[in-house]
């Protein structure tokens, strides 16, 4: 039998569940940027308003475990 152009294979794709909606690398980035940038904001505006700089260091704190927690996910979902 001559079959000419291309063949395609008729079994079901399997559908990985994990890939809908966010993965937990990916939102555990998104909170680390923005505490980032919350304590970056908190370190720019010193100058103006002395009581945030008192929650710089908190968020500075804040900041370090979130990158702690996302880079242990970024991690475990590569290698498992």
Known sequence: RNVTGVQTC???ISHNEAEEGFSPVL???I???LSMLLTV???LLRT???LWMKYH???AY???SLMIIHS???VYEHFF
């Open 10 to 12: 008729a079994l079901p």
């Open 27 to 29: 939102l555990m980035g």
């Open 31 to 33: 909170f680390t940027a």
């Open 41 to 43: 904001s908190f370190a």
């Open 48 to 50: 103006k308003i002395k």
């Open 57 to 59: 260091k908190v968020f």
């Open 62 to 64: 804040i900041t370090i």
């Open 72 to 74: 242990s996910l970024a």
